[in-house]
């Protein structure tokens, strides 16, 4: 019986579709791209039109013939790559390996794999789109000119194995201009004065607001004095009391940078592991009797669009959970974003039906735990508005106002199943005041003047770098999470408390591109350059004509680079201790995963060791070494004695200098949710901050 092929990337995809296919169809995987520009040379020929010369992946070979095997039996050919550029450059490859008409009707595309998609798909076949592989060979033509121009160039007036990236440079570009901002940073004293205030006999608390009904700042303790020396008595008046009731909207479903952040500041994944997992769930899960599922849709988006179909569905699941209150019936759909290509839907369950709780014993922890974010992301985002009171309360004694603000929340709507997460992590609690009037006095308790600094503005952590990356226009959804993979990886960037410091290699490759590139590596470029690759999908232009506008005037800057650089010899920095293996000097070096110690008698010496940092701390297990701070493999930080293997103490919390003031045993320093606790290791003495 003649069979129809179809082709997918993975075989976890090719699994799940088969299930919903049948036995008519023949469904196998690629295992992504079968061809690409060769890793050993340039191959775009700028001579003629920046021909790029394909090749097939090393390893792919024996895919590509079993393919090809398939395709001669096969009555019809349907290549059913991912629904994006990427997907279309895969589709369009295949085309050409097995060679296909390409004016075929051969390509399906779906945003989930469930059912009626698949079987909606296959009835509507379409020809390769050739703008969207146009706008993926364009970024692969300018990424492949960018970097191996400029790498070489680094290899010979740095050191080898460095690169440059037309997205990863900018990106270090940011997190580098950040840490000059933060090292420049001048901090400004200001003051605070809280009040302890009651009514009634209740208790509730106030901040100063201004003197004469005009709000102030207090920029040192004398004006605190100041304003403390015009309060007369404990007696305050209460001068204005507002209510109102505030509406709150809940945030769109996720898109591909709102998944990543979210994922980051309430799972602690990286974007790597959350788009790891999340590809894991659009392929499909084994459900037991139900079979492969597919979970939620494609996950490489920047549209919060979402079919009829799902509206209608989730608003059926919230009228029975919740009630009809529940159901958001009027809002409107929230508009794509400027850069937003809109292909497809945001990222969804494909049913909500597939309620988190029903799945525990088919996913894994990360996998269930990143579904449901996803899940109540959604469903939060089609239900009603939370509904707020909201109270300020105005006090006045001399003139000397301070200003009570409180919430309570009078209908939660969507908060009944989700609040969007922010970078401080810093949750929403109701804050009741007591019911007063104007013209009410109250009875002042404290006043508690306290000193602050402003703060520099924050290093960027993956959530951080990746929403400011998408505001500035920089990338696309599916180049966030291996653009941070890549910087890492090259030793560009570091994490420190999970948030990104330049290394010193970093910036001096920084330094040097930006010196004679300076047109290339800026924001404003990077983001045009993508905007012209959207105008290409679009079929609005060539993308021969972008290539050559740019390249022009780049390789009259390569040419100046390569005559102008100057050569940079990076020292070895002394370590300050000897090898004990063979007693010559240990020196910093830098490798792909940081830097490290060395034996400067390399090759004759390969001793190498971790840098560790001593916390000053003597060992509690054989008080004769110190304890030092390392990184597990999966690159989690512990603390051990610098004595091992000798004294194998281990604690993934840090041990403090002092001891329990109950037992005189160990203190160690331990992270919570609230922040950092202080415990005692043998007896029930706790602190509720690190001191």
């Not at 040379?41 to 021909?51: A, F, K, L, P, T």
């Not at 494909?350 to 735990?369: A, E, G, W």
């Not at 281990?650 to 037992?663: G, N, Q, Y």
């Amino acid at each position: 019986m003649e069979k129809y092929l179809v082709i997918v990337e993975s075989p976890a995809k090719a699994k799940t579709i088969k299930k919903y296919l049948g036995s008519k169809y023949d469904v196998k995987a690629s295992m992504g791209h079968v061809r690409d520009l060769p890793r050993s040379q340039i191959g775009v020929d700028v001579e003629e039109n920046y021909d790029p010369k394909y090749i097939t992946i090393r390893g792919k070979g024996p895919i590509l013939k079993d393919l090809k095997t398939a395709a001669k039996k096969a009555k019809q050919i349907f290549l059913a790559a991912d629904p994006d550029r990427e997907g279309e450059a895969i589709a369009w490859h295949l085309a050409h390996s097995l060679d296909m008409d390409l004016d075929s009707e051969c390509r399906v595309v779906f945003n989930e794999i469930t059912k009626n998609a698949i079987k909606d798909s296959f009835k509507r076949p379409r020809k390769i789109n050739m703008d969207l592989v146009d706008a993926q060979q364009a970024r692969r033509v300018l990424d492949r000119l960018v970097g191996y121009k400029v790498s070489p160039l680094l290899w010979k007036k740095i050191k080898k194995g460095l690169s440059a990236g037309r997205v990863q440079t900018v990106a270090v570009r940011l997190i580098v201009e950040r840490e000059k901002e933060i090292n420049a940073f001048q901090p400004e004293e200001y003051w605070k004065i809280k009040g302890i205030f009651s009514a009634s006999g209740e208790e509730f608390e106030a901040q100063f607001y201004g003197v004469n009904g005009k709000k102030k700042e207090l920029s040192n303790e004398e004006e605190v004095k100041e304003v403390l020396s015009k309060i007369k008595g404990k007696q305050f008046m209460i001068d204005s009391v507002q209510k109102k009731e505030r509406r709150r909207n809940p945030s769109p479903p996720f898109i591909t940078s709102s998944l990543q952040q979210e994922a980051a500041r309430k799972l602690n994944f990286r974007a790597k592991k959350t788009m790891m997992l999340a590809q894991q769930l659009y392929e499909g899960i084994d459900l037991g009797k139900e079979g492969t599922v597919g979970l939620i849709t494609y996950m490489r988006t920047d549209s919060t669009r979402i079919s009829d179909t799902a509206k209608a569905e989730a608003a059926d699941f919230i009228e029975s959970e919740f009630g009809k209150e529940y159901i958001n019936s009027s809002r409107a759909e929230k508009k794509a974003g400027k850069n937003a290509q809109d292909a497809h839907e945001a990222i969804r369950p494909t049913s909500v039906m597939y309620h988190p709780r029903d799945l525990k014993n088919y996913l894994s922890r990360d996998q269930l735990r990143l579904y449901k974010l996803i899940w109540e992301r959604f469903l939060a985002s089609q239900m009603a508005s939370a509904v707020l009171d909201t109270m300020t309360v105005d006090l006045e004694n001399g003139g000397v106002y301070f200003r009570a603000t409180g919430s309570k929340v009078k209908f939660p709507g969507f908060m009944k199943v989700y609040v969007e997460g922010n970078d401080d992590g810093k949750k929403e609690e109701d804050r009741i005041l007591p019911d007063v009037k104007e013209g009410m006095k109250v009875e002042k308790k404290d006043l508690e003047p306290s000193q602050h600094f402003t703060q520099p503005p924050p290093r960027y952590t993956e959530a951080r770098l990746v929403r400011t990356m998408e505001e500035l226009g920089i990338g696309r959804p599916s180049t966030y999470a291996p653009t941070l993979d890549t910087i890492q990886k090259r030793g560009y960037v570091a994490l420190d408390d999970k948030k990104f410091v330049p290394t010193e290699l970093g910036e001096l490759v920084l330094e040097m591109t930006l010196e004679f590139f300076p047109e290339v590596f800026n924001v404003e470029f990077t983001a045009k350059m993508e905007s012209d690759l959207d105008e290409v999908e679009e079929g609005k232009e060539n993308w021969i004509g972008i290539i050559d506008d740019f390249y022009k005037s780049f390789e009259k800057k390569l040419k100046i680079a390569e005559e102008e650089m100057q050569k940079v010899e990076i020292k070895d920095e002394p370590a300050g201790e000897d090898c004990e293996k063979c007693g010559h000097e240990m020196v910093f070096k830098m490798g792909r995963f940081g830097k490290f110690m060395a034996c400067s008698n390399f090759p004759d010496c390969r001793n190498t060791k971790p840098i560790v940092k001593d916390i000053g701390v003597t060992c509690p297990s054989c008080h004769k070494g110190t304890i030092v701070e390392r990184k597990s493999k999966k690159k989690r930080l512990f603390y051990g004695c610098n004595r091992y293997p000798e004294c194998e103490f281990v604690s993934w919390d840090k041990p403090l200098a002092r001891t329990c003031p109950k037992c005189n045993s160990m203190l160690i320093e331990k992270k919570t949710k609230k922040g950092k606790v202080v415990q005692c290791v043998s007896c029930d003495y706790a602190e509720e901050e690190a001191k």
